[in-house]
């Protein structure tokens, strides 16, 4: 099975909050990341988590670590057209060649 | 300005032609990285190198080759062997394999 799982799809509407979720299969996890995809467009770093914390903030952004069930989520407060875009978890693991990837959740937010 | 660069930004082949992908980098990364991106998909990993003169395989390596004669660039050819090249070309760059990756801009490739 994949090694980094999200759901594939994801519509709210402006000014919500979006909550957009990962699981990964490997409690060696050292760090996981979350990327923004726009269309057309290569992978813009959001933001990322050590593996040793539980939650992270920077401005919008919320990101949630439960390294017991290895779940990983990214909450955007104040969701806003312009985070329309498709958002990829990614995680990092000591010994690994480079990241994996999951596949991808498409945020559609509606005015 | 550091950051990444690809070019060109679309691309077409006809069939049987090679095709050789740029991406430029002077963040100063020793690691680099391709990745394929089909419509609906996420990232696969085509080849990656950790250092100069180095270089492996990913997971998709077939039909692909690469060269790092020099820390900044790592160019992809798409060679006539790969079966179905038309899609998106993501090149990426990290201080050393496993850290932050930084993504150029893509290249998106079609073939006729």
């Known amino acids: 099975g994949e090694d980094v799982e999200q759901s594939l799809f994801l519509s709210v509407r402006e000014g919500d909050s979006s909550v957009i979720n990962c699981t990964y299969t490997?409690?060696?996890?050292?760090?996981l990341y979350w990327y923004k995809q726009e269309p057309g467009a290569g992978l813009q770093l959001l933001t990322y988590?050590?593996?040793?914390?539980d939650m992270k903030q920077d401005q919008r952004l919320t990101v949630l670590l439960n390294k017991k069930d290895k779940h990983l989520s990214l909450r955007i407060a104040d969701t806003q057209t312009g985070d329309s875009a498709i958002y990829f978890c990614?995680?990092?693991?000591?010994?690994?060649?480079?990241?994996?990837f999951g596949s991808g959740t498409r945020l559609q937010v509606q005015p | 300005d550091g950051g990444i660069t690809q070019s060109p930004k679309y691309l077409f082949r006809k069939e049987g032609q090679n095709v050789t992908l740029s991406c430029e980098q002077n963040l100063n990364h020793d690691a680099m990285y391709w990745y394929r991106q089909d419509p609906g998909q996420g990232l696969r990993l085509i080849y990656y190198s950790q250092i100069v003169n180095d270089f492996q395989k990913g997971d998709i390596a077939e039909g692909y080759s690469v060269s790092r004669e020099k820390k900044e660039s790592f160019p992809l050819t798409v060679t006539s062997a790969q079966k179905n090249p038309t899609a998106f070309y993501l090149c990426?760059?990290?201080?050393?394999?496993?850290?932050?990756?930084?993504f150029g801009p893509g290249t998106r490739l079609t073939v006729l």
């Open positions: 990426a760059s990290s201080i050393k394999a496993t850290d932050t990756q930084y």
């Open positions: 490997d409690s060696s996890s050292t760090y």
């Open positions: 990614a995680e990092s693991r000591a010994g690994r060649r480079a990241l994996t």
């Open positions: 988590i050590f593996s040793n914390m």
